[in-house]
Nanobody, 124 residues
Framework: QVQLAESGGGLVQPGGSLRLSCAASGRTSSSYIMGWFRQAPGKEREFVAA????????DYADSVKGRFTIFRDMAKNTVYLQMNSLKPEDTAVYYC?????????????????WGQGTQVTVSS
């Protein structure tokens, strides 16, 4: 089993920045895809970004490309989501997720491990 724990959410003004962290523990390995998803009230959970844990290749939703960066610290078993130029429409609960293997995926149902979520609110 793999446990994921997010942190770093909060309230930020439009145009501001936040960095989310996701610490992985348990039966981790190098063959993992780590992803970030978000869910706003009344909306479905949507893909934000993903990274190949071993190779570092990444993928982004069009809505965040150029503003968000996903990266990992292998020594700390932690994946991060750096969010810049935040907009009110980025307001959501952000979830860290993991899936075994090396294939990137934007589909939430393909991820078997999930964190508890952290709230991000962008408002003036």
């Amino acid at each position: 089993q793999v446990q994921l724990a997010e942190s770093g959410g909060g309230l930020v003004q439009p145009g501001g920045s936040l960095r989310l962290s996701c610490a992985a523990s348990g039966r981790t390995s190098s063959s993992y895809i780590m992803g970030w998803f978000r869910q706003a009230p009344g909306k479905e959970r949507e893909f934000v970004a993903a990274i190949n844990w071993s190779g570092g290749a990444s993928d982004y939703a069009d809505s965040v490309k150029g503003r968000f960066t996903i990266f990992r610290d292998m020594a700390k078993n932690t994946v991060y989501l750096q969010m810049n130029s935040l907009k009110p429409e980025d307001t959501a609960v952000y979830y860290c997720a993991g899936r075994a293997g090396i294939l990137m995926s934007r589909l939430s149902q393909t991820y078997g491990y999930w964190g508890q979520g952290t709230q991000v609110t962008v408002s003036s």
